[in-house]
Structure formats: C-alpha cells, structure tokens
C-alpha cells in the first residue's frame, strides 16, 4: 500500500499542476490584449537596458582611452569589422561541415544514460550522426510488415519531423503511432543543443547554419529519398532555408506547422511583435534561469504535469549553459528594423560603438543579418526555382497560436500556389489547437500530415 508520505507528495504534485496550469490559462488570457502586452513590455524595458548597459559599459570603460589617440578610432572600428568577419566564416565553414567544436564548447549527452532517457518513449529507436565534431540524434520508427500491407496501393513516404524552440522530438510523441500504422517509416531529428543531441554552451558557435548543415547530414547519413518533411516553429525556418541545397529527390513534400519564412518586422502586426520583444527582453534579463514549465504553459495551458517534465527533460541536472541553443534561437530573428541590418551597422559610428562595446556583444546582430540575406535568398527560391515547383506543400496553424498567427498567410503567399495541396490552397486553419497542435490536436494533424505524404504519387514522377 501506498505509505502516506506518496498520497501527500501526489496531492501535492497534482495541487501544483492545477496551479501551473491557472496560470497558463490566465497569462493566455491577459497577454491576448494589445494593452497588455504593451505594459509588459514597457516595464521590461528599462531592465533589458540596465542589463545591456551591465554587459558592456566595463568594455566600454576599458576601450574608452583608445579614443584619444589618432589611430584608436580606426582600430576600434577594424576590431568591429573583424569579429563579424570571423562570426561569418564561423557559419560558413559550420555550412560546410568543415568546423570541429572544441571539447570545452559541448556537453555530451550518453545515450546509454540510465537516467531521463529511460523514462522516454522510443529509448531503443534511436539513431546519432556526427555534425562538426558534435552528435546529433533521430529517433527511428519503422512499421510492421502488416500495417505496410494495410493498403499496397498507397504510396508510404517516410516522414521526417523537425522540433522548434523550444522543443524536442518529444513533441511528436502522439503524432507518431497512427503514421506508423498506416505504413510510414518515421524520423525525428533532435537539433544541437536540443533533446538527445548533444549540447553546445557557447551561443557564438550556434549559427543558424549549424542547423542547416545538421538537416544536410541528416539526409547524407539516411539516405532518405522522396520524404516529407513534418516541420514545426523554427524546425520549419531552417527546412525552409536548407531545401535548396537538399539533393531533388530527397525531400518531394513539405508540411509546415506553426512556422514561418525569417521573419519580417515589416510583416508583424504590434500584437505579435510585442509578444516577441517581452519573450527577448525577458530571456535577456533572466538567461537560463525561466523554467521550461512557465513557458510550455504559456504556449499550450492544457499540457499535463508529466508532458511539462518531459519537455524539460533533456535540461534536468544539466548548467544553465546548457540551453545556450533555446536563447540562441530566441534572439536570432531577424526582426531588426532591415534599416539597421542593412544600412546603419555599416556607418562609421555604429562600427566605433559596436568596437569601443565589445563586437561579441552584438554577435546576435551579425547572426540576424545573415538571417535576412537567406530570408532573401529563400523567398526568391519560391518564386523563380523550377525545383520548388516539384513539390507538394501545406502550411497549417493552429487557430489560437499566441505567436506567429501573422505568419501563416505570409507563409501561403510565399509557397507557390501550384504545389499547394489542394485541399488547403491558402493554408489551413486547424480549430482549438495553439501554436502545438501536435500537443492539442495531434490526431488532426497525423490525419492531415498522411494525406499530404500520400498525396498521389511520388511529386517528382508526376509533374
């Protein structure tokens, strides 16, 4: 029998839950309003600019002398100059699979660990590659010869599923099972710095291209051919940016959930870009110290205890560092006014301030404007690309997604409207569900990701 001890820690435990979960169905409800959202973010602000005025004035302080010699100007803006330059090369030879992280850059993760690995779904269905000296991993599910017999004439596609932020493969833990059954070989990819891949602790070495290479070799490793790609929040971003440079048979249909293209601010109504400037000043000022359970409430309030601890899981008796790649992400959208990414931080006062600073400190700067330049880059793919035109695409949200609404129909404009699925030709609306339907509606979204994996016959052998 259960000694009286358990009943009070059950009680309690459940007691905590319904609290967590009033405050998620509250914060919901009082950051829905404009006004709000507006207070929040004014009574952040002077803290963000303490912080920031914290971070650099003992650079500031120490360069300061500097100024008072004839060359101390030009060389303050040379050292401005040169970081971005090593912070370019940095992603670009992470893009080409040429960077080995250093052993003090990366904690990591022993999938044998008898520890939060053994209470996770699909422990022995999982499969690791190398990106850049770093271990990247995939749960693997493959189905019964008898579900693949279920209908010979449907066409299984193997189903490749990206997380966003912040997030793990986790999140798909309902979707799967159903997929399976119909006949569907299931993949789910764990980014750097997420769930069972190992985790990188210097944000500076966490370049949206390090993502792009990890998708890349992902493919390499597999060998997958004629996938779709199931791609959620920033999981979609970096499927998004990476497709051009996938081999044309690798993935032939694209599912993308609560996503978007690199944002815009030009794009963002004030709703939603004040909700993103709370969630960066507040990352900002508190860094790994906001627990995982504040913000999985936030985004999706119904969510039980246990899927809470699930989520926080890969983090548990880890540094704070450790979730260096969950803030990474966070200030690496670019929606810096394009004036300043294009224009202002190439002026001779904004490189002698960003040098007398301290480059590094506006290392998520230089990380935006190449965010952008492939923002460029993808928009005109869909535009132009005979490749793009060999795809078969949807993009569903979730209705009542406090973050990206103003995404999805950016998203549908973009995507071409010959490869959208028929059945959704401008995106679809996917009643009570939040920014994870996976988690809200996750049948409706297996449903309505096997229609689009078998939809027809393999895209490429049909156009």
Same mark, same amino acid.
């Given at each position: 029998?259960?000694?009286?001890?358990?009943?009070?820690?059950?009680?309690?435990?459940? #007691? $905590? !839950?319904?609290?967590?979960? =009033?405050?998620?169905?509250?914060? /919901? +409800? &009082?950051?829905?309003?404009?006004?709000?959202?507006?207070?929040?973010?004014?009574?952040?602000?002077?803290?963000?600019?303490?912080?920031?005025?914290?971070?650099?004035?003992?650079?500031?302080?120490?360069?300061?002398?500097?100024?008072?010699?004839?060359?101390?100007?030009?060389?303050?803006?040379?050292?401005?100059?040169?970081?971005?330059?090593?912070?370019?090369?940095?992603?670009?030879?992470?893009?080409?699979?040429?960077?080995?992280?250093?052993?003090?850059?990366?904690?990591?993760?022993?999938?044998?660990?008898?520890?939060?690995?053994?209470?996770?779904?699909?422990?022995?269905?999982?499969?690791?590659?190398?990106?850049?000296?770093?271990?990247?991993?995939?749960?693997?599910?493959?189905?019964?010869?008898? #579900? $693949? !017999?279920?209908?010979?004439? =449907?066409?299984?596609?193997?189903? /490749? +599923? &990206?997380?966003?932020?912040?997030?793990?493969?986790?999140?798909?833990?309902?979707?799967?099972?159903?997929?399976?059954?119909?006949?569907?070989?299931?993949?789910?990819?764990?980014?750097?710095?997420?769930?069972?891949?190992?985790?990188?602790?210097?944000?500076?070495?966490?370049?949206?291209?390090?993502?792009?290479?990890?998708?890349?070799?992902?493919?390499?490793?597999?060998?997958?051919?004629?996938?779709?790609?199931?791609?959620?929040?920033?999981?979609?971003?970096?499927?998004?940016?990476?497709?051009?440079?996938?081999?044309?048979?690798?993935?032939?249909?694209?599912?993308?959930?609560?996503?978007?293209?690199?944002?815009?601010?030009?794009?963002?109504?004030?709703?939603?870009?004040?909700?993103?400037?709370?969630?960066?000043?507040?990352?900002?000022?508190?860094?790994?110290?906001?627990?995982?359970?504040?913000?999985?409430?936030?985004?999706?309030?119904?969510?039980?205890?246990?899927?809470?601890?699930?989520?926080?899981?890969?983090?548990?008796?880890?540094?704070?560092?450790?979730?260096?790649?969950?803030?990474?992400?966070?200030?690496?959208?670019?929606?810096?006014?394009?004036?300043?990414?294009?224009?202002?931080?190439?002026?001779?006062?904004?490189?002698?301030?960003?040098?007398?600073?301290?480059?590094?400190?506006?290392?998520?700067?230089?990380?935006?404007?190449?965010?952008?330049?492939?923002?460029?880059?993808?928009?005109?793919?869909?535009?132009?690309?005979?490749?793009?035109?060999?795809?078969?695409?949807?993009?569903?949200?979730?209705?009542?997604?406090?973050?990206?609404?103003?995404?999805?129909?950016?998203?549908?404009?973009?995507?071409?409207?010959?490869?959208?699925?028929?059945?959704?030709?401008?995106?679809?609306?996917?009643?009570?569900?939040?920014?994870?339907?996976?988690?809200?509606?996750?049948?409706?979204?297996?449903?309505?990701?096997?229609?689009?994996?078998?939809?027809?016959?393999?895209?490429?052998?049909?156009?």
């Amino acid at each position: 029998m259960p000694s009286a001890y358990s009943k009070v820690k059950e009680l309690a435990t459940a #007691s $905590i !839950a319904e609290v967590l979960s =009033a405050w998620g169905y509250l914060s /919901v +409800f &009082l950051l829905s309003f404009t006004i709000n959202r507006a207070f929040l973010a004014s009574a952040l602000l002077p803290l963000y600019l303490l912080h920031l005025a914290y971070s650099v004035l003992p650079a500031i302080l120490w360069n300061a002398p500097r100024l008072l010699f004839p060359n101390g100007w030009i060389t303050l803006m040379k050292d401005a100059e040169q970081y971005r330059k090593r912070a370019d090369a940095l992603a670009q030879s992470q893009l080409e699979g040429k960077y080995k992280f250093k052993d003090d850059e990366i904690i990591r993760t022993d999938q044998k660990d008898k520890g939060w690995m053994a209470d996770m779904p699909w422990r022995d269905n999982v499969e690791e590659f190398t990106v850049c000296g770093a271990t990247a991993r995939y749960v693997h599910l493959k189905p019964s010869y008898r #579900s $693949i !017999a279920t209908d010979n004439k =449907a066409f299984h596609r193997p189903i /490749v +599923f &990206l997380h966003g932020n912040p997030g793990w493969s986790y999140m798909w833990r309902n979707v799967f099972p159903a997929l399976v059954e119909r006949g569907h070989e299931v993949y789910a990819l764990d980014w750097l710095g997420h769930g069972r891949s190992d985790k990188i602790v210097r944000p500076e070495a966490i370049t949206f291209e390090l993502h792009m290479r990890t998708l890349k070799q992902f493919f390499e490793s597999t060998g997958l051919e004629n996938a779709t790609l199931v791609a959620h929040d920033w999981g979609g971003c970096v499927a998004l940016c990476t497709l051009p440079r996938l081999p044309t048979s690798a993935c032939t249909s694209l599912f993308l959930l609560n996503t978007f293209l690199p944002p815009r601010l030009s794009e963002i109504s004030m709703h939603h870009a004040l909700l993103y400037a709370i969630w960066v000043m507040t990352t900002r000022i508190l860094g790994g110290c906001i627990p995982e359970s504040a913000v999985m409430r936030f985004i999706s309030p119904s969510i039980s205890q246990k899927d809470v601890a699930g989520y926080a899981a890969p983090y548990r008796n880890l540094p704070r560092k450790a979730k260096a790649s969950i803030y990474r992400f966070s200030h690496m959208a670019p929606v810096t006014p394009r004036v300043v990414l294009t224009s202002l931080r190439y002026t001779w006062l904004w490189k002698l301030f960003e040098g007398l600073a301290g480059p590094s400190k506006f290392d998520n700067l230089t990380a935006q404007a190449r965010l952008s330049v492939r923002d460029d880059e993808i928009r005109g793919f869909w535009k132009s690309s005979e490749r793009a035109r060999q795809l078969d695409a949807a993009v569903v949200f979730g209705k009542k997604d406090p973050l990206f609404k103003d995404c999805k129909d950016v998203l549908a404009r973009a995507v071409d409207s010959r490869v959208m699925a028929d059945w959704a030709p401008h995106g679809m609306w996917l009643d009570g569900a939040g920014h994870y339907p996976a988690e809200e509606k996750p049948k409706a979204v297996g449903d309505l990701i096997a229609r689009l994996a078998r939809y027809h016959e393999p895209t490429v052998m049909r156009r």
